[in-house]
């Protein structure tokens, strides 16, 4: 194939199309001369907008807190990878749980002491052992005060005895009760009944007063005071009704008082022969907590 410039004759095998493109391009190439080409212009300089950089302290910040989160991840996926097979120890405080087993000795062959021995389960850390020291003081008192009085008298003719029961616990609120009925046999014609009472607190172990429990004792005290006598029967004192209270006396108790909250209410158990001397049974009441809230 010829250029525009090839003014040769065409061969034979060339076809009238290509002959007459030929001529047409060689004709217009003749045209143009010298004067017709415009000098080359300079090639363009694109501009390119940079972005300002920014300080050398932010990016090394940046930087490290990346690290860092990476750093964390790593550790938390390697560690629940590890932990996967091992739920989460959560402690769980579990109420208190009394046990008492009985225990009985002999004084010089003149008496027989039986009472409980209270052992506790359950409950916060070292709150167990508190609520039993609590419970076992208040029994070794009690066994304390019928050794005494032993001492004091003259031999009977017959063994003395000391009897101590504990009642099933109650459990209102944070409130653990715990009532022990004594039987003191002092050789006479009648045995003496009593009953004694221990509140605690499940939460702390300490034994708690009537404070505690009710906003206002006074108030409290006269209701129940007035239950007690209904309770008692025609032969009540009512001089002695009126002394009994909540609140401990000059000797730290509330002899011949014992009261305790349990689920159905506030119960009050007063020695037999204390407030009526011809009372068939212990006197005791209890009042619901919807009355006693009024």
């Known amino acids: 194939m010829t250029g525009p410039n090839d003014h040769r004759s065409p061969t034979m095998d060339s076809n009238p199309i290509e002959q007459r493109l030929r001529a047409a391009l060689a004709a217009r190439a003749d045209q143009f001369q010298d004067h017709d080409l415009r000098p080359a212009q300079a090639p363009r300089t694109q501009h390119l907008r940079v972005a300002p950089a920014r300080p050398r302290r932010l990016l090394v910040t940046v930087a490290a807190a990346a690290v860092m989160v990476s750093a964390a991840a790593g550790i938390q996926v390697l560690n629940h990878s590890q932990h996967a097979d091992q739920a989460p120890s959560v402690r769980v405080d579990t109420p208190p749980v009394l046990t008492f087993t009985t225990r009985t000795e002999t004084i010089a062959d003149r008496a027989t002491l039986t009472y409980p021995v209270a052992s506790v389960s359950g409950g916060a850390p070292g709150v167990d052992a508190r609520i039993g020291t609590v419970l076992n003081g208040r029994v070794e008192d009690l066994v304390q005060s019928f050794r005494t009085r032993i001492d004091q008298q003259d031999p009977a003719a017959q063994p003395l005895m000391l009897q101590i029961t504990p009642e099933n616990p109650g459990v209102w609120r944070q409130f ?64 002695a009704v009126a002394t009994l209270s909540m609140r401990p006396g000059q000797d730290g108790t509330t002899a011949p008082l014992a009261w305790y909250p349990a689920p159905d209410g506030l119960h009050w158990v007063v020695d037999r022969g204390a407030i009526a001397a011809e009372a068939a049974g212990t006197p005791s009441t209890v009042l619901a907590w919807n009355r006693l809230d009024r």
């Open 176 to 239: 653990l009760s715990v009532r022990l009925d004594v039987l003191e046999d002092f050789g006479g014609a009648h045995p003496s009944n009593s009953a004694a009472a221990v509140v605690i607190d499940s939460r702390s172990g300490a034994a708690v007063g009537a404070e505690q429990v009710v906003p206002d004792v006074e108030s409290v005290d006269r209701l129940m005071q007035a239950s007690i006598q209904r309770a008692a029967g025609p032969t009540v004192d009512a001089a």
